[in-house]
């Protein structure tokens, strides 16, 4: 039978605080094989991980090491520990006002100091299992999972394993801290203040051989979706440039200072630039669709007598803001 309760008694962390010392006075009833699953908010507290909110958006340029995907305001990046995280984990609840939390420098680290601490102080083998939430692609709703674990098994590997039915699993590997993460979150909760749960029955996945929750991360290579589909068009646009040297790109502005059209600009006569001047309209048209902004290639019209001197127009891109 698994067991799981949210631990009481937890005061406000901060920075310098004993957080094994506090969780083993808030629950000393830990036990052998036990699973200590604890909120990264209450680490980064008393790790000193908290900034000026006025800094926010510098503090999540300092922790991204890469841009996934952004809409406006709104950024999904990678952390320097390999998450793929909406605004890089800095945040602002939970903590005092005027300030924002980042995730914890070394979350497996933090996970294997917590549970050197109980083992300290109460004499038990546990594991635990630090959490952050998260958001996921194509689902609603957020859900906590594992970012540090230490004496816990993350992973459970079905593959090679048959079914009932005689069938060889050939894909299937379980995120088991992910899933203990999330039914820690169903006693947690969000505006509850209980930061830390503790999952009893599960003491076959403790041990001091368990993985970390950065073999959850998947690696690169392996990794089939690791553009949002604006940036990667942006990205094989800027891997495939044509040679435009010598084509010059004129915006056009008509009512209320807005850009109407393009106008792609050649040398006359040069057929390679001509080439290359239609090259560089289908790269903007393509860059525009991205954001979501319509065009349309059209031929040269009278009144596009807006080339630079020694150039002519070879073809212009009509921009419709309204698709």
């Known amino acids: 039978m698994i067991r799981i309760w949210g631990v009481g008694g937890i005061p ?55 841009v996934v ?15 793929i995280l909406a605004a890089a984990g800095v945040d602002a609840s939970n903590v005092p006002a005027g300030k924002v939390a980042l995730l914890p420098a070394d979350p497996d680290g933090s996970a294997a100091s917590l549970r050197a601490g109980l083992r300290a102080g109460l004499g038990v083998d546990v594991g635990v299992l630090i959490t952050d939430t998260m958001g996921r692609p194509w689902r609603n709703g957020l859900v906590d999972v594992a970012i540090g674990a230490a004496g816990v098994a993350v992973l459970d590997d079905h593959r090679g394993r048959t079914d009932e039915y005689g069938h060889t699993l050939e894909m299937t590997v379980t995120a088991l801290a992910d899933e203990i993460a999330a039914a820690a979150e169903l006693v947690k909760g969000k505006l509850d203040g209980v930061p830390v749960a503790v999952v009893r029955g599960l003491g076959h996945l403790v041990g001091d051989l368990a993985g970390q929750a950065s073999d959850l991360i998947r690696k ?66 393509l860059r525009l669709a991205a954001d979501g902004i319509g065009t349309e290639v059209a031929a040269p019209a009278d009144g596009d007598a807006e080339a630079p001197a020694g150039l002519v127009v070879v073809a212009r891109l009509l921009i419709k803001p309204e698709q």
């Open 12 to 66: 406000q962390i901060t920075a310098g605080d004993d957080l094994a010392r506090i969780i083993a006075t808030a629950e000393p009833s830990l036990a052998d094989g036990d699973i200590v699953v604890v909120t990264s908010k209450i680490v980064s507290k008393s790790e000193g991980r908290l900034v000026d909110g006025d800094t926010r958006d510098a503090a999540i340029d300092a922790e991204t090491v890469r």
């Open 69 to 83: 995907a952004q809409r406006g305001g709104t950024r999904i990046v990678e952390t320097r520990h390999g998450l």
């Open 220 to 285: 690169a290579d392996e990794d089939l979706f690791r553009w949002g589909s604006r940036e990667a068009v942006l990205a094989a646009l800027d891997a495939r440039g044509p040679d435009t040297d010598g084509v010059v790109l004129v915006p056009v502005a008509g009512a209320g200072n807005a850009v109407e059209r393009v106008l792609a600009c050649a040398p006359d006569g040069d057929p390679i630039r001509l080439v290359a001047a239609g090259a560089a309209l289908e790269r903007l048209a």
